[in-house]
């Protein structure tokens, strides 16, 4: 089975940048989609963006964070990445990459894999 782990999460301030990473190991998906939900403290988990692991298109960004924030992957070292522009006070969550069979999806329970998460909180 898959493993997935998270980093580059911290602390910033309001309009900094992040750049979060995803490694993925184990067994893969041949046809698969990566993604990233966010969990903030009280809410219900969301999906944030999301790719085709094999070519790194078909990406798709919830309404939220289109335009301040970019998802890209390297295949070579199987990482996944979230780049995060002008943050926001509620970007603050735990970020969480996932990994499914077939097309990126925005339903936390399509995705099979989930990583432990990190931590990004944009103070104001």
């Known amino acids: 089975q898959a493993q997935l782990a998270e980093s580059g999460g911290g602390l910033v301030q309001t309009g900094d940048s992040l750049r979060l990473s995803c490694s993925i190991s184990g067994r893969t998906f041949t046809s698969s989609a990566m993604a990233w939900f966010r969990q903030a403290p009280g809410k219900q988990r969301e999906f944030v963006a999301g790719?085709?692991?094999?070519?790194?298109?078909?990406?798709r960004y919830a309404d939220s964070v289109r335009g301040r924030f970019t998802v890209s992957r390297d295949s070579d070292k199987k990482t996944m990445y979230l780049q995060m522009n002008s943050l926001k006070p509620e970007d603050t969550a735990v970020y969480y990459c996932?990994?499914?069979?077939?097309?990126?999806?925005?339903?936390?329970?399509?995705?099979?894999?989930w990583g432990q998460g990190t931590q990004v909180t944009v103070s104001s």
């Open positions: 790719l085709r692991w094999w070519n790194g298109g078909d990406t």
């Open positions: 996932v990994h499914r069979a077939g097309a990126p999806t925005t339903g936390s329970s399509d995705y099979k894999y």
